[in-house]
């Protein structure tokens, strides 16, 4: 039995699933800001809400994204960060992968801001599109079933070689650079 704790926060939510062979528990917190100081606080409520803790577990599913870049950095950091305190594998996955479980060959369709999608068509390469352009796709899965399904992607990929997770960017970062010359550090 694969015993996986899996979150995201690449949305204006904290997720969180515990897969525990077939029975997998989730928790969705809606919350625009403040996830970073939520999160472990959190996992640990659902890990002891069925009396585990974190030695317990085979391992850690992350949600890489694509949504919003400060939260899929947060999650990102917070499972390797686990991992690698734990000696657990952690596993990066896609909401295209979360959302596409179980739907073989669907057209899965984000929404992005200024009225954009990311959109994966099957096993195709995601796209960045207007939304004008871009085809229907399947229903989105509620922010609980997601997660739940995030897990179990997860799970099916715990005892397989995993590159460490990294977030899944489908544009360049709003910000700029600064124009004003680097300050000089004396040594």
């Not at 939520?38 to 069925?50: D, F, K, S, Y």
């Not at 669907?106 to 939304?131: K, S, T």
């Not at 871009?134 to 990929?157: C, F, H, Q, T, Y």
């Amino acid at each position: 039995m694969t015993t996986l704790l899996a979150f995201d926060t690449s949305g204006p939510h904290c997720a969180a699933a515990l897969l525990m062979g077939d029975r997998v528990v989730t928790r969705v917190d809606d919350m625009a800001r403040g996830q970073a100081e939520h999160l472990m606080g959190m996992l640990q409520e659902v890990l002891a809400g069925e009396g585990l803790g974190w030695d317990d577990l085979d391992g850690i599913g992350v949600g890489i994204g694509p949504g919003n870049f400060t939260g899929i950095r947060i999650s990102v950091a917070a499972a390797r960060g686990l991992a690698l305190g734990l000696g657990k594998p952690a596993i990066g996955v896609s909401t295209f992968d979360a959302q596409g479980f179980g739907r073989s060959g669907a057209v899965i369709v984000l929404p992005a801001p200024r009225d954009q999608v990311y959109m994966q068509a099957g096993e195709d390469a995601p796209q960045f599109l207007r939304a004008e352009d871009a085809p229907k796709g399947v229903a989105l899965k509620e922010a609980d079933a997601m997660i739940a399904d995030l897990a179990r992607v997860a799970a099916s990929r715990v005892n397989t070689p995993q590159p460490r997770p990294a977030p899944l960017y489908m544009r360049a970062a709003d910000a700029a650079p600064s124009k004003d010359p680097a300050p000089v550090i004396l040594g």
